[in-house]
């Protein structure tokens, strides 16, 4: 009887450690591919779900870009900031304001395109620089307002000073470049 105790505490050990040796060397590699292949079945689905929405907005994609490369300077550099210039002109006119300064400076950003960016000093009126501020934001040319400052010149704050910081694009490869 204690032969017969003795084999079955052997092939108890035995499936134990058989079963542990199974867990450890089969089943959980295969639980852990498992479960990979699930996360990057998950990523693919997201993936085509993205890339399907983006050839239905494809249309509307490659209007944009072309419309920025309308709308960006030109490729030259002094025609770039005559470009500018002439548009401050026009946005200062339409607001009556008077420039004491305007500051240039090219800055390249990522590859592909650079900006103009400018700094400007003006005195006006309340109305006259909002004007200037609303045409500089409406016009076709590709300019973003960075930052601006208001200051009161006089007492009862009729004039006012205005320090602002804004920047003009310019795609460097507009020519014959596609989406």
Same mark, same amino acid.
């Given at each position: ?7 079955? *505490? ?42 399907? %929405? *983006?050839? %239905? ?19 030259? =550099? ?31 950003? %990522?590859? =592909?395109? *650079? ?12 109305? =006259? ?20 400052? *208001? ?24 020519? =014959?470049?596609?989406?």
């Amino acid at each position: 009887m204690n032969n017969q105790r003795l084999i079955w *505490l052997k092939v108890a050990a035995a499936l134990t450690v058989g079963l542990f040796v199974l867990d450890r060397m089969v089943i959980t590699p295969v639980m852990n591919r498992w479960e990979g292949q699930s996360a990057r079945l998950l990523i693919l689905r997201t993936d085509v779900r993205e890339g399907r %929405a *983006l050839l %239905a907005r494809e249309a509307t994609i490659r209007e944009r870009w072309a419309e920025m490369q309308r709308r960006d300077l030109a490729e030259d =550099g002094a025609e770039a900031e005559n470009e500018v210039f002439k548009a401050v002109a026009r946005w200062g006119r339409a607001g009556q304001i008077t420039f004491t300064a305007l500051n240039p400076q090219w800055r390249p950003e %990522a590859e =592909g395109y *650079l900006t103009l960016e400018c700094r400007a000093s003006a005195t006006g009126d309340q109305a =006259g620089i909002a004007r200037f501020l609303e045409q500089l934001e409406i016009d076709p040319l590709a300019v973003r307002l960075e930052s601006f400052e *208001l200051s009161a010149i006089d007492e009862q704050g009729r004039r006012l000073s205005l320090a602002t910081r804004f920047s003009a694009l310019r795609i460097e490869s507009a020519e =014959g470049s596609t989406l």
